[in-house]
């Protein structure tokens, strides 16, 4: 097993451990694996040796944490990002995996922590009650755009040794939250989304296609979802010469990185006078859609920075009003908010060339290089003999209050040992794990249906 990245450049590859919770954030966890590997520095340098770059690259396990977002087969499929193996867990079942090939030839490099802040936060500190004589180094990050709870989700994973920012912009206010509360800073390394590419945008004669990027709980309520669909129909219907694709993150009954109680599948199923001939609902790989995208609307979905980083036309929507609870606040300054009666009217907006550059779009050709920086500090801790203890700023002496809560969640004790009860159990096979397979599709699926069904319904009883 390599401990430093000369070792591993000379053949040996580097093992790195994703552990996700949803369907976007292991994306965004396997992608940034594959970038922040020391290795993938060297495939510039030699891109000819095909063989040595195949034998340098790292070995990619995954871990789905289970719950109410665990990825549907479909949803891995659609994500379209694989692992050399794959398989769901609970949070103690990852920590005894990492814990039992530590003192092995399978012990792994790094780990990815692709998860909610709470989630992130245990973990760590569950990887140090583990005490490893060689802890792998631990990454952490967000899979889009942060606009709410900038403070809560960032010392959520301060203790990671590596905590990538997605722009500069979002660099300068990571170490200012860190050093506000007198913690240590040094972490925060500045890169980028890991699955921007695609080829830039040519417009194609004959082709007019107008996207729709939805977003699980943005907006909330069923009014304003319903608004956009019926002002997303009305400009189908005023321009018939143009497709108009609705882009969904999942069928009804999926979950993804937030819950989605209001399908706009439902929606549409109810809208007076059907849908028009050139409206469509369509899923799949994003950047498939934006293949053929000649101008990407949103409220405030991360798919905006996909689109602009191929320089296709794009627009913030300002019809729900500039908000925070929407996220569109993130785009002030952008260029590129606009309302619907604008689009209408055939208003494309032009981005803020100064406001992409702090964004970590990297339209300009820079996306390249923006994971040398977090490539480069990974490498440098890996070459380290031994690691520090994991410190997390948040400790059973800086939290009382929060932390022991947190970690209680996870079934974890205040110091990050397993709760009694969480120990391993024994492995179970044949009909008993199909039966226990079966019982917790059955109430992860009891739960999506109440999510979505009974919770509206109950809502709306409480309005009366």
Same mark, same amino acid.
């Given at each position: 097993?390599?401990?430093?990245? $000369?070792?591993?450049? #000379?053949?040996?590859?580097?093992?790195?451990?994703?552990?996700?919770?949803?369907?976007?954030?292991?994306?965004?966890?396997?992608?940034?694996?594959?970038?922040?590997?020391?290795?993938?520095? #060297?495939?510039?340098?030699?891109? +000819?040796?095909?063989?040595?770059?195949?034998?340098?690259?790292?070995?990619?396990?995954?871990?789905?944490?289970?719950?109410?977002?665990? /990825?549907?087969?479909?949803?891995?499929?659609?994500?379209?990002?694989?692992?050399?193996?794959?398989?769901?867990?609970?949070? =103690?079942?990852?920590?005894?995996?990492?814990?039992?090939?530590?003192?092995?030839?399978? %012990?792994?490099?790094?780990?990815?922590?692709?998860?909610?802040?709470?989630?992130? *936060?245990?973990?760590?500190?569950?990887?140090?009650?583990?005490?490893?004589?060689? %802890?792998?180094?631990?990454?952490?990050?967000?899979?889009?755009?942060?606009?709410?709870?900038?403070?809560?989700?960032?010392?959520?994973?301060?203790?990671?040794?590596?905590?990538?920012? =997605?722009?500069?912009?979002?660099?300068?206010?990571?170490?200012?939250?860190?050093?506000?509360?007198?913690?240590?800073? $040094?972490?925060?390394?500045?890169?980028?989304?890991?699955?921007?590419?695609?080829?830039?945008?040519?417009?194609?004669?004959?082709?007019?296609?107008?996207?729709?990027?939805? *977003?699980?709980?943005?907006?909330?309520?069923?009014?304003?979802?319903?608004?956009?669909?019926?002002?997303?129909?009305?400009?189908?219907?005023?321009? /018939?010469?143009?497709?108009?694709?609705?882009?969904?993150?999942?069928? /009804?009954?999926?979950?993804?990185?937030?819950?989605?109680?209001?399908?706009?599948?439902?929606?549409?199923?109810?809208?007076?006078?059907?849908?028009?001939? =050139?409206?469509?609902?369509?899923?799949?790989?994003?950047?498939?859609?934006?293949?053929?995208?000649?101008?990407?609307?949103?409220?405030? $979905?991360?798919?905006?920075?996909?689109?602009?980083?191929? =320089?296709?036309?794009?627009?913030?929507?300002?019809?729900?009003?500039? %908000?925070?609870?929407?996220?569109?606040?993130?785009?002030?300054?952008?260029?590129?908010?606009?309302?619907?009666? *604008?689009?209408? +009217?055939?208003?494309?907006?032009?981005?803020?060339?100064?406001?992409?550059?702090? *964004?970590?779009?990297?339209?300009?050709?820079?996306?390249?290089?923006?994971?040398?920086?977090?490539?480069?500090?990974?490498?440098?801790?890996?070459?380290?003999? #031994?690691?520090?203890?994991?410190?997390?700023?948040?400790?059973?002496?800086?939290? /009382?209050?929060?932390?022991?809560?947190?970690?209680?969640?996870?079934?974890?004790?205040?110091?990050?040992?397993?709760? +009694?009860? #969480?120990?391993?159990?024994?492995?179970?096979?044949?009909?008993?794990?199909?039966?226990?397979?079966?019982?917790?599709?059955?109430?992860?699926?009891?739960?999506?249906?109440?999510?979505?069904?009974? +919770?509206?319904?109950?809502?709306?009883?409480?309005?009366?």
């Amino acid at each position: 097993m390599p401990t430093s990245t $000369s070792e591993a450049s #000379a053949g040996e590859a580097l093992r790195i451990a994703v552990l996700a919770d949803s369907d976007t954030r292991w994306k965004w966890g396997a992608l940034t694996a594959r970038r922040i590997a020391p290795h993938a520095a #060297a495939e510039a340098a030699d891109a +000819a040796d095909e063989a040595a770059e195949e034998a340098a690259a790292p070995e990619l396990d995954g871990f789905l944490l289970r719950g109410r977002a665990t /990825p549907t087969p479909r949803q891995l499929a659609e994500v379209g990002v694989d692992a050399d193996a794959l398989r769901e867990v609970t949070g =103690n079942e990852f920590l005894r995996a990492v814990g039992d090939a530590a003192d092995t030839d399978r %012990r792994y490099d790094v780990i990815v922590l692709a998860l909610v802040g709470g989630a992130v *936060q245990a973990m760590l500190h569950g990887l140090a009650a583990l005490k490893l004589a060689h %802890r792998p180094v631990v990454v952490t990050g967000y899979v889009g755009v942060v606009y709410e709870k900038l403070a809560d989700g960032l010392l959520l994973r301060h203790g990671a040794d590596v905590v990538l920012a =997605n722009s500069r912009h979002d660099a300068d206010r990571f170490r200012a939250v860190y050093e506000g509360v007198g913690a240590d800073a $040094s972490s925060v390394t500045e890169a980028a989304l890991p699955f921007l590419g695609g080829a830039p945008y040519e417009r194609r004669e004959g082709r007019d296609t107008l996207v729709f990027a939805t *977003q699980p709980s943005v907006p909330a309520t069923r009014a304003d979802r319903t608004y956009l669909l019926r002002r997303l129909v009305e400009h189908a219907r005023l321009h /018939p010469g143009r497709e108009v694709l609705l882009k969904l993150r999942s069928k /009804p009954g999926e979950h993804t990185t937030h819950i989605e109680e209001l399908p706009y599948q439902r929606l549409a199923e109810r809208l007076p006078g059907g849908l028009p001939a =050139n409206f469509r609902l369509v899923y799949g790989h994003m950047g498939e859609v934006l293949d053929r995208t000649d101008l990407l609307v949103t409220v405030s $979905s991360t798919a905006a920075l996909e689109s602009l980083h191929r =320089n296709i036309p794009t627009a913030v929507l300002t019809d729900l009003g500039v %908000r925070e609870a929407l996220g569109n606040h993130h785009f002030l300054g952008s260029g590129l908010l606009a309302s619907f009666d *604008q689009l209408d +009217a055939g208003h494309r907006p032009a981005p803020d060339p100064e406001w992409l550059a702090r *964004q970590g779009v990297a339209a300009d050709g820079s996306y390249d290089t923006a994971f040398d920086a977090a490539r480069k500090r990974v490498a440098e801790l890996l070459q380290r003999p #031994a690691l520090p203890p994991l410190a997390p700023y948040y400790t059973p002496a800086t939290a /009382p209050g929060y932390l022991p809560g947190l970690l209680a969640r996870h079934h974890l004790a205040p110091d990050g040992a397993p709760l +009694a009860g #969480a120990a391993p159990k024994a492995e179970v096979s044949g009909v008993r794990r199909v039966l226990r397979d079966a019982v917790r599709a059955a109430a992860r699926g009891a739960y999506r249906h109440g999510v979505q069904r009974v +919770a509206p319904v109950i809502r709306r009883m409480g309005e009366l």
